[in-house]
T-cell receptor
Framework: GAGVSQSPSNKVTEKGKDVELRCDPI?????LYWYRQRLGQGLEFLIY????????KSGLPSDRFSAERTGESVSTLTIQRTQQEDSAVYLC????????????FGSGTRLTVV | AQSVTQLGSHVSVSEGALVLLRCNYS??????LFWYVQYPNQGLQLLLK??????LVKGINGFEAEFKKSETSFHLTKPSAHMSDAAEYFC??????????FGKGTTLSVSS
């Protein structure tokens, strides 16, 4: 597609429920990133996929968080047993393999845990 | 370890005044540096980037930034602020094989 698409744009869930957030990167972009942005905070790195290499999961805050990516296409970020502190905007970005280009970000998924 | 520090979480300027948003970095190897802008309820948009070519980089909407290795800085400037520049600005650093590391952001307010 023309840009990075994220769905849903908004999600309200009850504490303890599982949620799945989806990201469709730009076609041909081999790298895909997930970040979390809490209210009034900067961007917190979560996970990074590059082609068929093992993902860099070093930013995942707990084992309740996981992400998958099929080849160089769609990625899903899953949060199990959601907590109120998980409330944030989850941003996905993609880029070509050449890091000269910078990232293209989606508009994010605003997650509210009540 | 690499890091990015943005000095000043809020900057306020008058319309037509100079905009200066400060960014300092720490990196063990020559980094690539980026500035992104985020308008309310939107994703981040790339303003400009430094990738080891010219040290003075021009971006969109009249913004520019200068890479100064001796000062480990990459400050963002615009000669004359416009109301539409009000947004949050993020400085970011990239090393090979890692994801972008972002500063905490600076909110720019522009008054008439």
């Amino acid at each position: 597609g023309a840009g990075v698409s994220q769905s849903p744009s908004n999600k309200v869930t009850e504490k303890g429920k599982d949620v799945e957030l989806r990201c469709d990167p730009i076609s041909g972009h081999t790298a895909l990133y997930w970040y979390r942005q809490r209210l009034g905070q900067g961007l917190e790195f979560l996970i990074y996929f590059q082609g068929n290499s093992a993902p860099d999961k070093s930013g995942l805050p707990s084992d309740r968080f996981s992400a998958e990516r099929t080849g160089e296409s769609v990625s899903t970020l899953t949060i199990q047993r959601t907590q109120q502190e998980d409330s944030a905007v989850y941003l996905c970005a993609s880029s070509p393999a050449d890091r000269n280009y910078g990232y293209t970000f989606g508009s994010g998924t605003r997650l509210t845990v009540v | 370890a690499q890091s990015v520090t943005q000095l000043g979480s809020h900057v306020s300027v008058s319309e037509g005044a100079l905009v200066l948003l400060r960014c300092n970095y720490s990196s063990s190897v020559p980094p690539y540096l980026f500035w992104y802008v985020q308008y309310p309820n939107q994703g981040l948009q790339l303003l400009l980037k430094y990738t080891s070519a010219a040290t003075l980089v021009k971006g969109i909407n009249g913004f520019e930034a200068e890479f100064k290795k001796s000062e480990t800085s990459f400050h963002l400037t615009k000669p004359s602020a416009h109301m539409s520049d009000a947004a949050e600005y993020f400085c970011a650093l990239n090393q090979a094989g890692t994801a972008l590391i972002f500063g905490k952001g600076t909110t720019l307010s522009v008054s008439s």
